[in-house]
């Protein structure tokens, strides 16, 4: 029996959406996503107000929310992170109640505790049928992996798939299979993929980058990580990248091969996948073209769910407990080790914590790269602004100068002398901060309001760090 409704609207209607109840949709579309307005004027069609949403996350393409925040229609969210539009937003206190903030690991975990319940999971598709099987990878729309549809679809009490590209049943091959779908609706456009890489995702061609890269891959082969079998993951940022085609002219020179990669699949590690370098590519988000191509014709390529990924209470722990070394980005890190992915030096929500600590947490060798400075702001800081990741979790932090390690951590110690013997410039972090400041000066501190906006939980959903209000 065809599950298609006449309009979103309808299929809202059926599914018995109320005021008060919480939505999910997915950001895999990122800069490109069309989906959240729609589905944001579908529900105000209907005078359905008070909503929470429970997206993965927010991202440029989720801007168009602005006004349906404003009116009412979405008072709160639980998310991974806002947008710097929508972080403006929140941090003013025109969202009506505290947001939730959580790890790409921690939703799916509270999702299967029930800390998230959601009455109605949006699941954009790129290709769909009338029963409502459905992928990411068919379609003009095509984005790559379903992997955070994947677990919504799960818990969610009912499922709506909406999509630009209605196939002749049955779709192959199917991402979501029609037993966990409950409507259909065929919309004009879901997005454009092409907003999907927010930025070149290439290795940098900056002098300063290099730099860094040069340092963080002689880290990693020095650390002993780098070996036959070893699972990685390196993230988009264009340090990250730059560190993956270093590694990957050692793994050339030793003759290795990884065992898998994963998180958002770039089309470097695509290109090492392809080469031989890495046997498996663990696919949650694919991150460009290239990805979402490869999704489709390598058997090696395996899309796998948010909850799969990096939840903490996946049956037989999550894939990235595998992991022997990851590559990570911050906008800061102070000197306990504790890291900032969430806020800028001035306190403003512009990202979100994505799979920063799961990947922390799981590796084990967590590597932070990062320019010492940027502009008049130091990287290191006394105490970082907001904690995305906990120094716990965080054993090398690389910048131009040098490599501070954790030795708060055990073996780390151990692992400095082999650095240091390797001819790596180990420097101490507190050393490494005086160098910054020398050239940014001490930053007086942030003049923040009183009032709680935004909650951090980490993965085992304690709360780590609270979000407070702008002052103008």
């Known amino acids: ?156 009490k009912k499922v709506i798939v909406l999509t630009d590209h209605l196939s002749p049943f049955p779709v192959f091959p199917v991402s979501i299979d029609q037993s966990l779908v409950d409507y259909v609706v065929q919309v004009e456009s879901i997005g454009d993929p092409a907003g999907i890489a927010t930025g070149a995702m290439r290795p940098s061609s900056s002098p300063l980058n290099a730099r860094i890269a040069e340092l963080a891959a002689k880290a990693i082969i020095h650390s002993g990580c780098l070996r036959e079998g070893m699972a990685m993951q390196t993230g988009s940022g264009k340090i990250s990248l730059s560190v993956a085609a270093r590694l990957e002219e050692e793994m050339k020179r030793q003759g290795i091969a990884g065992s898998y990669a994963m998180g958002g699949i770039t089309a470097m590690l695509v290109h090492m996948h392809e080469e031989g370098l890495i046997r498996t590519l663990y696919d949650t988000q694919s991150f460009d073209q290239t990805a979402i191509a490869s999704l489709a014709r390598n058997p090696g390529h395996v899309e796998v769910s948010a909850e799969a990924y990096a939840s903490p209470l996946a049956k037989g ?23 900032n992915v969430i806020t800028d030096s001035n306190g403003r929500v512009i990202s979100g914590a994505g799979g920063h600590g799961d990947t922390a947490e799981g590796a084990s060798l967590t590597v932070i790269t990062a320019p010492l400075y940027r502009n008049k702001y130091p990287a290191i800081l006394d105490r970082v602004t907001t904690i995305a990741t906990p120094g716990r979790f965080v054993d090398l932090f690389v910048c131009q100068e040098g490599v501070a390690v954790n030795t708060a951590i055990p073996g780390n110690r151990e692992l400095a002398l082999r650095l240091a013997d390797a001819g790596v410039p180990v420097r101490d972090i507190h050393d490494l901060q005086r160098a910054a400041e020398r050239f940014t000066g001490k930053l007086p501190p942030l003049k923040r309001g009183s009032k709680t906006v935004g909650r951090v939980y980490w993965r085992d959903g304690s709360v780590i760090d609270e979000i407070k209000n702008t002052i103008e």
């Open 317 to 339: 722990g999550p894939i990235v407990n595998g992991l022997d070394f990851v590559i990570l980005g911050a906008t800061e890190i102070d000197t306990d080790f504790n890291v």
């Open 1 to 156: 029996m065809s599950k298609v409704a006449a309009s979103l609207a309808e299929a809202i209607r059926l599914c018995g959406l109320e005021d008060g109840m919480t939505v999910s949709f997915h950001h895999c579309l990122r800069g490109g996503d069309a989906a959240s307005g729609l589905i944001a004027e579908a529900i105000r069609s209907l005078g359905i107000r008070n909503l929470t949403a429970a997206p993965s996350s927010l991202s440029g393409g989720n801007d168009v929310l602005i006004p349906y925040i404003e009116d009412g229609t979405f008072t709160k969210f639980q998310t991974s992170g806002f947008s710097p539009a929508l972080g403006q937003l929140l941090q003013a206190g025109r969202i009506r109640e505290v947001c939730e903030l959580r790890t790409h690991g921690g939703r799916p975990a509270a999702l299967k505790t029930g800390e998230i319940k959601i009455d109605v999971a949006f699941v954009a598709a790129a290709s769909a049928d009338r029963n409502g099987n459905c992928n990411g990878i068919g379609g003009r729309s095509a984005f790559g992996s379903m992997g955070y549809s994947l677990t919504d679809v799960r818990y969610a």
